[in-house]
């Protein structure tokens, strides 16, 4: 069923190569985001799971990234698994195209990005500190 999402204080996108398929051009989940974005409430996404962000707008109409900083999957982690003709972009370069300081780690290193309380994480290897993170957040 639906989700009220007065009834959530936090939402969070995991990632792999399916999410850029399933969360790019979504109008339910981009809803969502900015509705939570935009109440003040957590929004979190970790490794493909930012690809989500791309599409999403603050309330002036202004990229949900831009002037954040943030990680997700790199463009060499990308390379490294041979995904990067697949994929419909580099996530890294969009972000950054987007306005967003990209932050990230060594190559499959933890690395969690927390902006106010947009909560991105690079990789896999990100999962477990970015969901801590959003879970202080919401302590």
Not at 14 to 32: E, S, W
Not at 64 to 86: A, M, P, Y
């Amino acid at each position: 069923g639906d989700v009220a999402l007065d009834d959530v204080d936090a939402i969070f996108m995991a990632g792999g190569h399916g999410t850029v398929v399933d969360f790019i051009n979504c109008p339910t989940l981009k809803a969502a985001i900015e509705s939570m974005y935009n109440s003040g409430k957590v929004v979190a996404a970790v490794c493909h799971g930012p690809v989500c962000l791309t599409d999403c707008v603050k309330e002036d109409g202004t990229p949900l990234v831009e002037g954040k900083t943030v990680s997700g999957f790199t463009n060499t982690e990308e390379h490294v698994v041979q995904k990067q003709d697949l994929v419909p972009f580099l996530l890294e370069d969009k972000l950054k195209a987007l306005g967003a300081t990209f932050e990230r780690a060594d190559d499959w290193n933890s690395k969690v990005a927390v902006d106010g309380k947009l909560v991105t994480g690079q990789n896999p290897q990100s999962s477990t500190d970015c969901a801590k993170k959003v879970i202080e957040l919401l302590a």
